[in-house]
């Protein structure tokens, strides 16, 4: 049985409400539009060494795109089992793989906090993440129990945003709708969140205070795209403007949506709408005793 989710996690109550719910809405729509992320990170599953009883943890594994990629391509020669404490997407993650015909031991899904969970000891051969490691109230705390987790030469794969300025399609809304909303949240430098892991030394020290070693961490850029038609119901369904949203009269969410909608017309081509995703590919390795520097 999965331990309870802490009811004073502000992630939990987040990720179990309306972000949750809304993520499980425009599932279709976020998983065409990270799918570059997805191959990246089915591949570093798969990579060299891969053998029969393939052990693969996916972090933050939301409705369950990665996890379900990897047990595709594992086949049955592993298992990926994806990790979330957002109960209504690890609920969907679930009907998919249902749907897929991929259920364990190929594909699992625990309903539980990465941070806190208490996973097997030595457990796991490689860990992946698609923007799901970010969230944790105490990130050492959290790669603390990933890496005792990790059996001795596990690998950790994880893909994480640069900053914000770095990527303007991903604040534009925020940045266009916070004259017509007021009361819209700020967004506040190491908390957690989608920027949380922006600074590169930062993350670095999170790893070596961790217990991780062989650390590298580079830019990964990709240019993502979703159709020009979807772009109101992403903008106006997620995020902080999204969920802003849901308690505003109609005329000014009719204002927010004109001004938001105008600030992304940079980025709509035709009938796409294109954007550079500017990222962090964080690699590490669960050596025993290693040393735990980085590059």
């Known amino acids: 049985m999965n331990p309870p989710l802490s009811i004073d996690s502000p992630q939990a109550a987040l990720w179990n409400g309306a972000a949750g719910h809304a993520w499980v809405q425009a599932q279709p729509l976020l998983d065409r539009m990270f799918a570059p992320f997805e191959a990246l990170l089915a591949e570093a599953a798969d990579a060299p060494g891969a053998g029969p009883g393939m052990q693969v943890l996916d972090i933050g594994c939301g409705t369950g795109a990665t996890t379900l990629a990897i047990a595709r391509r594992l086949g049955d020669q592993g298992r990926c089992t994806g990790i979330d404490l957002s109960a209504p997407m690890v609920a969907a993650a679930r009907q998919r793989g249902l749907r897929e015909g991929l259920t364990a031991p190929r594909?699992?899904?625990?309903?539980?906090?990465?941070?806190?969970?208490?996973?097997?000891?030595?457990s796991v051969d490689r860990l992946v993440s698609r923007f799901g490691v970010m969230f944790f109230g105490d990130p050492v705390a959290a790669f603390a129990n990933l890496r005792r987790a990790a059996r001795p030469g596990a690998s950790l794969c994880a893909v994480a945003w640069r900053s914000a300025a770095e990527n303007p399609f991903m604040t534009a809304a925020e940045r266009a709708a916070a004259p017509l909303l007021p009361g819209l949240p700020v967004r506040q430098p190491d908390a957690p969140g989608q920027f949380a892991f922006a600074d590169r030394e930062r993350v670095a020290g999170i790893l070596r205070a961790s217990g991780w070693a062989g650390i590298e961490i580079e830019p990964l850029d990709v240019v993502c795209t979703l159709r020009r038609d979807e772009l109101v119901p992403y903008f106006t369904g997620l995020g902080p403007v999204g969920l802003a949203l849901r308690g505003a009269d109609g005329p000014t969410r009719t204002r927010v949506i004109a001004a938001v909608r105008a600030a992304f017309e940079p980025f709509v081509q035709g009938e796409a709408v294109r954007f550079g995703a500017a990222c962090w590919r964080i690699a590490a390795q669960a050596a025993a005793g290693g040393t735990q520097g980085w590059r």
Not at 110 to 119: E, G, L, N, R, Y
Request: charged letters at 10%; a negative charge; proline letters at 6%.
């Open 107 to 122: 594909a699992d899904f625990v309903c539980a906090d990465a941070q806190t969970h208490a996973f097997a000891p030595a």
